[in-house]
């Protein structure tokens, strides 16, 4: 069955380290997205990609990047994770143009920086 | 920039009661989807609206989708057990190409 995974799990890092997370789909999606949920916050949109080699910043993309080099994966990358990126992350993909239609979401990354 | 909110952020109910969220967006939505996020889980897919005016069931669920594009809600009939969990609406604009997500509702069921 086609799904759509995230790796690791859970991590701890320390401040001032870059951490990748990793999101990976078997759907042939061309849209994958990459979202943060805090409490009282709900999900918030970080980086989301339409295609091989296409990038978009979110509405809280600061020091966050992307990168999509094939269909399957969007790592997201902390370039200097700071204590305000402790959060849970959750990758998705969707099938059709833009926004429209289901989004499937990986089970997340709980992401802790100390 | 655009923004969604959503009320209440909090909804205990008693098994039996109905229940009622709903969504406001500062600008018009080109469509809103519905999300359910069980404890520790991963939001769900729930379902779509995109005409002025659109109103869509499932089962106990009804979903609706304002005149003006710029709100929606979600009502649950006779709330089960089954039903706890945060409900999210995400809408997306039509002067944005992305989607942003309500804070949520969280809704506990007491049997």
């Known amino acids: 069955d086609a799904e759509i995974t995230q790796s690791p799990r859970h991590k701890i890092t320390e401040t001032g380290r870059q951490v990748t997370l990793a999101c990976h789909q078997t759907?042939?999606?061309?849209?994958m997205f990459w979202y943060r949920q805090d409490l009282g916050h709900g999900l918030r949109l970080i980086h989301y990609s339409y295609g091989v080699q296409d990038t978009n910043k979110g509405e809280v993309s600061d020091g966050y990047s992307v990168s999509r080099s094939n269909t399957e994966d969007l790592p997201l990358t902390l370039e200097s994770a700071a204590s305000s990126q402790t959060s849970v992350y959750f990758c998705a993909s969707s099938e059709y143009a833009g926004t429209d239609g289901e989004a499937f979401f990986g089970q997340g990354t709980r992401l802790t920086v100390v | 920039g655009q923004q969604v909110m959503q009320i209440p952020q909090y909804q205990h109910v008693q098994e039996g009661e109905d229940f009622t969220t709903y969504c406001n967006s500062s600008?018009?939505?080109?469509?809103i989807q519905w999300y359910k996020q069980r404890p520790g889980g991963h939001p769900v897919f729930l379902i779509q609206?995109?005409?002025?005016?659109e109103v869509k069931k499932q089962k106990r669920l009804t979903f609706q989708f304002g005149e003006a594009k710029k709100n929606s809600s979600l009502h649950i009939t006779a709330t089960q057990t089954t039903d706890v969990g945060t409900y999210f609406c995400?809408?997306?604009?039509?002067?944005?190409?992305?989607?942003?997500f309500g804070a949520g509702t969280r809704l506990t069921v007491k049997p």
């Open positions: 600008t018009t939505l080109s469509n």
């Open positions: 759907w042939n999606h061309n849209n």
């Open positions: 995400a809408g997306t604009s039509y002067n944005n190409n992305d989607m942003r």
């Open positions: 609206l995109v005409k002025s005016g």
